[in-house]
């Protein structure tokens, strides 16, 4: 079994659903695992450039399988302000929402994958990988994410909620 925590730091998680416009003020929740796997790329390609590309690619293609998931309590919300657009001259401004899935910030999220048990290597990678996340959706969306022991893994797993 594979699972991974992930908490927000700062209490928010910024994510348009694939499809939307930034302004409508839709949220992804729970984050998709299309959005994870394409963070973990972006995160070896930037960070991380010295773990083999065959056991990412590996990894990738384990981690496919459609997850479960622990979801803390959360509400939605957003806020507004004016930005300035210039279109019509130096005083036009239009408005943005910002919206987000409030959470605790200390509350994590779990990604689990019940039937995966990934060789050494991949885990090592995926190991090295999660600490160097930085940020999940939307750049203000701030992450810290950790491979989880079997210890946590039993718990998580009395949890499941999604």
Known sequence: ???????????????????????EGAVEWPPSPYRFLRALVATWKRKAGH?????????????CQPPEFVLP?????????????????PGDKTLVFDSFVAVAKDKPLHIIW?????????????????????????????????????????AALASINC
């Open 1 to 23: 079994m594979t699972a991974i925590e992930l908490s927000f730091p700062a209490g928010r998680f910024h994510a348009t659903p694939w499809g939307r416009h930034v302004n």
């Open 51 to 63: 773990l083999d590309e065959s056991t990412i690619r590996a990894l990738l293609e384990a981690l």
């Open 73 to 89: 309590p959360a509400t939605f919300g957003h806020t507004r302000h004016y930005m300035p657009w210039f279109k019509k001259g």
């Open 114 to 154: 019940r039937n995966l048990d990934l060789p050494a290597d991949q885990a090592a990678a995926l190991a090295e990988l999660l600490p160097l996340l930085g940020t999940l959706g939307r750049s203000e969306s701030w992450c810290e994410a950790r491979l989880l022991d079997s210890a946590d893994v039993a």
